[in-house]
């Protein structure tokens, strides 16, 4: 790729690994450290939570302190400063009132009642930031509903003349579900004229929606795979933004999330009892035998193991798993782990199921990530049932361990799993369509019929493990893309 450099300022709620909830946080930290290692520089601007800066002695203050306006008041805050590499910088946003806090947006699953004027405080740091940075940057790159609004505020200052060379801003939507409402009094604390506050910048169904905000006003919009990008413009998946994201399809790109394989991988893993790869495959059997005794399921390599790590909720195919299952258990020789926790009626119901079946199925409820990747280790098949799934990273860690996915046909899995009926030669693993606990018994049904057949078993595993999808490949479409925003119109 032949591109001028340039520096690309990153904003996000979450990076790993200094704060997370999901995907967002491995998310944007891979993307920086990728884009920096192909020649970009690259400062991300993040909120510093409670306990970062004393579990990462090499952050430090930046000497630079600041006053924000947020609506009537005046509010005080600070960079502090963490180099990782020389073409990368965090600049964390230092506000003890907004962010030293128990949780990044909630406590006891109830939201923070000042959300709005928290994330407004780091989108007008970002901003900020961008602004009077020693080195501006060139893009300014928003992730998800937190800093929704970013975008619409470097529109402003651009357009009414008080930052005429504003940088271009790219947005990346990392689920549509999320869109940070908030009701229209809220708009107060942007510091923008009313006038502003319309159906074409964040006003939606009488209250103000963040992620609208950069829907309109964004230069380019992105989302994290190719069929979720053309998903979120139906009315099924668009959550009521559908009707902006078909206006703007053309601004919209899908670039499906990457994988770190220096974490993720099988051959140098201190949370793997055996080392294996495609070549070598002799080390997954004996991970599936170690993983059987651990988790109290009869040890045995012979048997199909299915596993399951995910958050236990409507949206992941839990209830579908647990349909799935209950049918096929009585009859059908096979185990089941699962690694999770969500929802409690979900929670009782898997354990349940453990109860009546010892030593088929095996339940952990919490997370473990040593026990993550040991799962994905020695399990046969994956199964990943999502209604919709934007990106989703468990398939493609499953693809590289060797657990060959079963999932279902939406986006970045269909993005990321290819099944014999598109492409026998590629072929890595099994879709199936219909949210469904019938659709899913036929798919795991399909999958015993590939692992009876040896020739075939192999052939979907090698495939898998042989599959790229690291950051380096994924990171490129995003240079190519800054390139496009640039020298656009």
Same mark, same amino acid.
């Given at each position: 790729?032949?591109?001028?450099?340039?520096?690309?300022?990153?904003?996000?709620?979450?990076?790993?690994?200094?704060?997370?909830?999901?995907?967002?946080?491995?998310?944007?930290?891979?993307?920086?450290?990728?884009?920096?290692?192909?020649?970009?520089?690259?400062?991300?601007?993040?909120?510093?939570?409670?306990?970062?800066?004393? !579990?990462?002695?090499?952050?430090?203050?930046?000497?630079?302190?600041?006053?924000?306006?947020?609506?009537?008041?005046?509010?005080?805050?600070?960079?502090?400063?963490?180099?990782?590499?020389?073409?990368?910088?965090?600049?964390?946003?230092?506000?003890?009132?907004?962010?030293?806090?128990?949780?990044?947006?909630?406590?006891?699953?109830?939201?923070?009642?000042?959300?709005?004027?928290?994330?407004?405080?780091?989108?007008?740091?970002?901003?900020?930031?961008?602004?009077?940075?020693?080195?501006?940057?060139?893009?300014?790159?928003?992730?998800?509903?937190?800093?929704?609004?970013?975008?619409?505020?470097?529109?402003?200052?651009?357009?009414?003349?008080?930052?005429?060379?504003?940088?271009?801003?790219?947005?990346?939507?990392?689920?549509?579900?999320?869109?940070?409402?908030?009701?229209? %009094?809220?708009?107060?604390?942007?510091?923008?004229?009313?006038?502003?506050?319309?159906?074409?910048?964040?006003?939606?169904?009488?209250?103000? &929606?963040?992620?609208?905000?950069?829907?309109?006003?964004?230069?380019?919009?992105?989302?994290?795979?190719?069929?979720?990008?053309? %998903?979120?413009?139906?009315?099924?998946?668009?959550?009521?933004?559908?009707?902006?994201?078909?206006?703007?399809?053309?601004?919209?790109?899908?670039?499906? &999330?990457?994988?770190?394989?220096?974490?993720? &991988?099988?051959?140098?893993?201190?949370?793997?009892?055996?080392?294996?790869?495609?070549?070598?495959?002799?080390?997954?059997?004996?991970?599936?035998?170690?993983?059987?005794?651990?988790?109290?399921?009869?040890?045995?390599?012979?048997?199909?193991?299915?596993?399951?790590?995910?958050?236990?909720?409507?949206? !992941?195919?839990?209830?579908?798993?647990?349909?799935?299952?209950?049918?096929?258990?009585?009859?059908?020789?096979?185990?089941?782990?699962?690694?999770?926790?969500?929802?409690?009626?979900?929670?009782?119901?898997?354990?349940?199921?453990?109860?009546?079946?010892?030593?088929?199925?095996?339940?952990?409820?919490?997370?473990?990530?040593?026990?993550?990747?040991?799962?994905?280790?020695?399990?046969?098949?994956?199964?990943?049932?999502?209604?919709?799934?934007?990106?989703?990273?468990?398939?493609?860690?499953?693809?590289?361990?060797?657990?060959?996915?079963?999932?279902?046909?939406?986006?970045?899995?269909?993005?990321?799993?290819?099944?014999?009926?598109?492409?026998?030669?590629?072929? &890595?693993?099994?879709?199936?369509?219909?949210?469904?606990?019938?659709?899913?018994?036929?798919?795991?049904?399909?999958?015993?019929?590939?692992?009876?057949?040896?020739?075939?078993?192999?052939?979907?595993?090698?495939?898998?493990?042989?599959?790229?999808?690291?950051?380096?490949?994924?990171?490129?479409?995003?240079?190519?893309?800054?390139?496009?925003?640039?020298?656009?119109?």
């Amino acid at each position: 790729m032949n591109l001028p450099p340039m520096h690309v300022l990153l904003a996000a709620s979450e990076l790993h690994p200094f704060s997370k909830t999901g995907g967002l946080a491995d998310a944007v930290a891979a993307l920086g450290q990728a884009a920096a290692q192909a020649g970009c520089r690259v400062t991300i601007v993040t909120p510093l939570y409670r306990g970062i800066a004393a !579990k990462h002695p090499g952050i430090r203050r930046a000497g630079w302190k600041f006053d924000l306006p947020l609506g009537k008041d005046l509010v005080s805050g600070e960079f502090w400063q963490l180099d990782l590499s020389p073409g990368l910088s965090i600049w964390f946003v230092d506000q003890p009132a907004f962010f030293d806090r128990p949780g990044l947006y909630n406590e006891g699953q109830r939201d923070y009642a000042d959300n709005a004027q928290r994330f407004l405080f780091l989108t007008k740091a970002a901003m900020l930031a961008a602004r009077y940075h020693p080195e501006p940057p060139s893009i300014i790159h928003g992730h998800d509903w937190q800093v929704g609004l970013l975008p619409l505020l470097v529109h402003f200052a651009r357009v009414t003349g008080s930052w005429p060379d504003a940088p271009r801003t790219v947005f990346t939507i990392h689920n549509l579900a999320y869109q940070g409402v908030f009701p229209v %009094e809220a708009w107060q604390y942007t510091n923008l004229p009313w006038s502003w506050f319309h159906l074409e910048s964040a006003a939606h169904y009488g209250q103000l &929606n963040f992620l609208k905000g950069a829907l309109y006003l964004a230069d380019a919009l992105t989302t994290v795979s190719p069929r979720y990008a053309v %998903e979120i413009c139906t009315t099924e998946y668009g959550c009521g933004l559908e009707g902006i994201l078909r206006r703007r399809e053309h601004d919209l790109t899908g670039i499906l &999330n990457g994988v770190d394989y220096q974490e993720w &991988n099988t051959q140098a893993n201190p949370a793997l009892p055996f080392a294996y790869d495609a070549q070598h495959p002799a080390g997954k059997a004996a991970n599936k035998e170690a993983l059987q005794a651990e988790m109290g399921l009869a040890v045995d390599a012979s048997v199909p193991l299915f596993g399951n790590i995910s958050r236990l909720t409507d949206q !992941k195919g839990c209830d579908l798993i647990l349909a799935a299952l209950e049918r096929l258990m009585p009859e059908t020789r096979l185990q089941f782990v699962l690694l999770g926790s969500g929802d409690p009626e979900l929670q009782e119901a898997f354990q349940a199921l453990a109860a009546e079946y010892p030593g088929k199925v095996a339940v952990r409820i919490g997370f473990h990530a040593r026990l993550a990747h040991r799962i994905e280790a020695a399990c046969d098949f994956y199964l990943m049932p999502s209604r919709f799934e934007p990106c989703g990273l468990n398939q493609m860690y499953s693809l590289r361990y060797g657990a060959i996915p079963i999932v279902r046909c939406t986006g970045g899995l269909a993005d990321s799993v290819t099944d014999p009926r598109d492409d026998p030669d590629r072929a &890595n693993g099994i879709h199936f369509h219909e949210p469904t606990a019938e659709a899913l018994v036929w798919a795991i049904r399909k999958a015993l019929a590939v692992h009876e057949d040896p020739e075939a078993f192999r052939h979907f595993r090698l495939n898998g493990m042989t599959a790229d999808f690291s950051w380096e490949k994924q990171a490129a479409e995003y240079l190519r893309l800054y390139g496009d925003v640039l020298h656009g119109p």
